[in-house]
């Protein structure tokens, strides 16, 4: 029940795996709800968790029950987690041997009401400050009647060596019991409540199937388990000669599986199609391709249409899943899914089979799991990359209840008519792809190629895309390949330390949880296959590379992590090569933060780099002036336009937190900081609410927790609703003149590094300029510039921050001024500057129809024969119901530019 999602998460695959015999043994046996003097006795050396191993203390109980009332979900738990009570004290009686007291189960849980029952007694061992525990364990507790119950010792009868197994079974009242091996009786006992049965199995892959039968004359119970002695894989090319890893449909409705396992002598496929059952019959091939060995399974009679959970047994040890599965399903966190986020977040996903194991994560296959959604943008581009603004934001918190981790694709679908009016042109997503837990930043992935469930569905993730294609808007993923946390599939098939796929020690400064290694030829490969599944399958755009320092050679980092490094050079080279072959028009942005010559190599590859300019940005917003031209690649020595420039992403304090003091005088410096970012050529970036000038405080503790949402009342603020409508406006400006941001503009900035003093930014190319007026200073005063195109008679206003409701340009010919409030700014351009508020007939025939844009529509008055309307995108709309957006709307040869809001 308590959730550790860190390195503990190694610590339950390792305790899961390495298990020989029951943690948790109970007296009497079988449990019934009725029984009394129930004993719980606990084995630490078989929990596989040293930190509870020879210890000379007493440890504590974290004890609840499944009833009929709550049959997943833990109740009548005994104690908070902290707890150290009598009443939850196992008591230390010999080596690694403890004994929890119970009595009678009802009067133990509090259970009073009569039509409530007991089905499972929920139990975690752990030391008094839960610095160490074992997973979360289940007692069966039989209700009242005639019950068999078969274990073994030890407890895991998929065998490498020749075992002796002791059958053990036990009744609930006196019986006759009969054990059989392969249908042969092989001992029998009358009259009795328990019969133990020891048998050497000793042949390499053979199958034997150990079955009880009990009767007590009026009753007859059964169980079977069956003994696998594993043997090595038989060698046989995988068909057609070069394995290609996953799940492959096949022309005659077969699936053919694959997984990449160096170093392996044998996998077991062990699927829901076979109940679960580890079976000899499922030993796959094995294929030694270009130095790796790779293992495959045909399989028949999978139906198209349903979920098929799955998993490998890696040398009769590992259990492990698919990486290369499209949906995962986790033991450590899906039982908490409708707790953290609701049932309806993901409704016809399969549920993880409690009942039959809770120590493995499981693949999913669905033969048409990616042919169900109807795609209608289908040939999305990005064309004009260096004048994207990219809205960077964290499902979880984006939408859904403040402080809780209940956001979802499905929320942020609703939101993006909100997006699309505030004019970004792309969303970035914090990592989606499957992570530890269902609360998460999402840096801790587990699986690459599926979408986490506490997000939603992949349906859901293709319409939240399809919706912001719709609208103009590009889709860039967030991912991490620096490193796994140990459920990964990769690290949970081998010894900790020993697997090939890992550097036992992190060769870089940025070590966190389980470091890939790089240079290993299955990593890269992977990766490629993992951006061309996203590419392809959900149709997104780009993404943005987390943590590129530490994806360098293992042996390249010795002069230090932040020295010039040529093999990531080369190796986001190749990657970025790779996704054009899919897309020649992919976004490709890494988080590199390193120096000049490092980043101009990957920049002029056509690479962008993060700008992290949060501590000039917090220095301006506080008041103490800051140079913010920075908020430019060029002023960074930089190759022009190849870096993605901001003031504040999901890492960094928040610079509303740190800005000056009064509403209405904070949004107006986050304006005015604003327009210099967004004033300046190459793509910027914001961070989810900068536009309502999001001023809580980003803190160490709980750094990753669930946020506050921004308040209702924010929406209505005159101060933050006039912020709101400064990035709208700067927004919009981009995406209608992107030539104006882009690498050949004529730029100057005037006046920068004075402090708090005046300060302006000019645009210019051909006959259009555009020119930012701002005062950073305390008391109103004149900005003044020079300008080369821009006029008093050819002028229109762009935007001005709130309260600055009557701007006046001044001056003649070359020079302008303009009497700007404190904090505050005011943007002209010329007339043939595409505004925000135009409306441009580009054309005209002898149809006389009025066209403009209303709310979530376009309007024709009047009468024609024939309508188009395409975005800006140029993709053809379907009806006149249309998003937030710029729309070009051909009405019987009237061409006429409109704005939807």
């Known amino acids: 029940m308590k959730r550790l999602f860190t390195l503990f998460t190694a610590l339950i695959m390792l305790s899961a795996l390495s298990v020989k015999a029951a943690m948790f043994t109970t007296s009497p046996t079988p449990l019934q709800e009725s029984s009394k003097n129930v004993v719980i006795t606990f084995n630490a050396a078989e929990s596989g968790v040293a930190g509870l191993q020879g210890l000379s203390t007493d440890l504590y109980a974290h004890i609840g029950v499944y009833t009929n009332l709550s049959p997943s979900s833990w109740s009548h738990v005994k104690t908070e987690w902290t707890q150290n009570l009598e009443s939850n004290k196992f008591k230390r009686i010999a080596a690694n041997t403890y004994k929890l007291t119970i009595g009678d189960l009802r009067t133990y849980f509090g259970?009073?009401?009569?039509?409530?029952?007991?089905?499972?007694?929920?139990?975690?061992?752990?030391?008094?400050?839960?610095?160490?525990?074992?997973?979360?364990?289940?007692?069966?507790?039989?209700?009242?009647?005639?019950?068999?119950?078969?274990?073994?010792?030890?407890?895991?009868?998929?065998?490498?060596?020749?075992?002796?197994?002791?059958?053990?079974?036990?009744?609930?009242?006196?019986?006759?019991?009969?054990?059989?091996?392969?249908?042969?009786?092989?001992?029998?006992?009358?009259?009795?409540?328990?019969?133990?049965?020891?048998?050497?199995?000793?042949?390499?892959?053979?199958?034997?199937?150990?079955?009880?039968?009990?009767?007590?004359?009026?009753?007859?119970?059964?169980?079977?388990?069956?003994?696998?002695?594993?043997?090595?894989?038989?060698?046989?090319?995988?068909?057609?000669?070069t394995p290609?890893?996953?799940?492959?449909?096949?022309?005659?409705?077969?699936?053919?599986?694959?997984?990449?396992?160096?170093?392996?002598?044998?996998?077991?496929?062990?699927?829901?199609?076979?109940?679960?059952?580890?079976?000899?019959?499922?030993?796959?091939?094995?294929?030694?391709?270009?130095?790796?060995?790779?293992?495959?399974?045909?399989?028949?009679?999978?139906?198209?249409?349903?979920?098929?959970?799955?998993?490998?047994?890696?040398?009769?040890?590992?259990k492990v899943g698919d990486p290369y599965a499209s949906l995962i399903l986790d033991p450590y966190s899906d039982k908490w899914l409708d707790q953290d986020v609701g049932a309806d977040v993901f409704p016809d996903c399969p549920e993880y089979p409690y009942d039959r194991f809770d120590d493995t994560i499981l693949a999913v296959y669905k033969g048409d799991i990616h042919d169900t959604y109807k795609w209608k943008v289908n040939n999305f581009k990005v064309t004009q990359p260096?004048?994207?603004?990219?809205?960077?934001?964290?499902?979880?918190?984006?939408?859904?209840?403040?402080?809780?981790?209940?956001?979802?694709?499905?929320?942020?679908?609703?939101?993006?008519?909100?997006?699309?009016?505030?004019?970004?042109?792309?969303?970035?997503?914090?990592?989606?792809?499957?992570?530890?837990?269902?609360?998460?930043?999402?840096?801790?992935?587990?699986?690459?190629?599926?979408v986490d469930k506490a997000y939603g569905s992949p349906d859901d993730l293709k319409e939240f895309i399809d919706l912001c294609h719709q609208n103009g808007i590009a889709v860039i993923l967030d991912i991490v390949l620096n490193h796994t946390p140990g459920l990964h599939p990769w690290y949970a098939m081998y010894d900790a330390g020993k697997s090939p796929f890992y550097n036992a020690t992190a060769p870089h400064d940025w070590s966190v949880y389980e470091d890939i290694r790089q240079e290993y030829p299955l990593v890269e490969s992977h990766w490629i296959d993992v951006l061309t599944f996203w590419m392809t399958k959900y149709k997104v755009d780009g993404f943005r590379f987390d943590l590129v320092k530490g994806l360098g050679d293992s042996n390249s980092y010795g002069a230090g992590t932040e020295a010039y490094n040529q093999s990531r050079i080369d190796r986001m080279k190749r990657l970025h090569a790779a996704m054009k072959k899919v897309n020649p028009n992919v976004i490709h942005i890494n988080e590199l933060l390193a120096s000049v010559s490092e980043e101009t190599q990957v920049g002029n590859d056509g690479q962008y780099q993060w700008n992290n300019q949060n501590g000039n940005a917090i220095s301006y917003a506080s008041g103490a002036g800051a140079n913010l031209r920075y908020f430019n690649a060029k002023e960074c020595s930089r190759p022009i336009c190849s870096t993605v420039d901001y003031a504040q992403s999901h890492d960094e304090q928040w610079v509303g937190f740190k800005a000056i003091s009064g509403t209405a005088s904070r949004m107006r410096r986050l304006g005015s900081m604003a327009s210099q970012l967004l004033m300046s050529p190459g793509p910027k970036m914001m961070f989810q609410f900068d536009e309502l000038g999001y001023d809580k405080e980003l803190k160490e503790t709980g750094r990753t927790d669930p946020k506050e949402l921004p308040a209702s009342s924010w929406y209505t603020s005159s101060y933050r609703v006039g912020l709101k409508d400064n990035y709208t406006q700067l927004n919009w400006l981009r995406r209608y003149n992107p030539e104006m941001f882009g690498k050949d503009v004529t730029l100057v900035y005037n006046n920068f590094a004075n402090g708090n003093g005046v300060r302006s930014i000019r645009l210019t190319k051909g006959t259009k300029e555009i020119i930012a007026f701002i005062n950073p200073g305390t008391a109103t005063a004149t900005v003044s510039t020079t300008s080369t195109k821009l006029n008093t008679s050819n002028s229109q206003l762009i935007t001005a921050s709130q309260g600055f409701t009557s701007p006046t340009l001044n001056g003649s010919s070359t020079s302008l001024s303009v009497s700007v409030p404190p904090h505050s700014f005011c943007v002209y351009a010329t007339t043939n500057v595409a505004g925000v508020e135009e409306i441009v007939e580009d054309a005209a025939s002898g149809n006389q129809c009025k066209v403009y844009g209303s709310q979530g529509e376009i309007i024709i008055d009047g009468d024609y024969e024939n309508v188009a309307v395409y975005n800006m995108s140029g993709i053809k709309m379907s009806s006149l119901k249309v998003g937030a957006g710029l729309y070009i709307v051909n009405v019987d040869g009237q061409v006429t530019k409109v704005l939807v809001k």
């Open 244 to 318: 290609k890893q996953g799940a492959v449909k096949n022309a005659d409705g077969s699936v053919t599986f694959c997984l990449a396992a160096p170093g392996k002598s044998s996998v077991i496929m062990v699927g829901s199609w076979d109940d679960y059952k580890v079976l000899s019959a499922n030993t796959m091939k094995y294929q030694d391709y270009n130095g790796y060995r790779y293992f495959w399974i045909t399989v028949d009679g999978l139906n198209n249409s349903t979920y098929y959970p799955y998993y490998y047994l890696v040398d009769g040890i590992y």
């Open 111 to 241: 259970i009073t009401d009569a039509a409530e029952t007991i089905t499972k007694i929920c139990i975690i061992a752990r030391t008094s400050d839960g610095s160490a525990q074992t997973k979360d364990s289940f007692i069966e507790v039989y209700p009242a009647g005639f019950y068999l119950q078969l274990s073994t010792t030890p407890t895991n009868t998929t065998i490498t060596k020749a075992t002796d197994i002791t059958f053990n079974a036990t009744t609930t009242s006196a019986a006759t019991i009969k054990i059989y091996v392969d249908n042969k009786e092989v001992k029998s006992a009358s009259n009795v409540e328990s019969l133990s049965y020891t048998q050497k199995f000793s042949t390499p892959g053979v199958q034997n199937d150990v079955k009880v039968v009990a009767s007590n004359g009026k009753e007859t119970k059964e169980e079977t388990v069956s003994v696998v002695y594993v043997k090595p894989s038989d060698k046989e090319n995988y068909p057609g000669g």
């Open 386 to 450: 260096d004048a994207l603004v990219i809205y960077e934001l964290l499902v979880r918190d984006f939408t859904g209840t403040s402080k809780k981790a209940d956001g979802t694709l499905r929320k942020a679908i609703e939101k993006i008519d909100y997006l699309a009016e505030l004019g970004i042109s792309a969303v970035e997503l914090m990592p989606i792809m499957e992570f530890d837990g269902n609360n998460s930043w999402g840096y801790a992935t587990n699986a690459y190629m599926a």
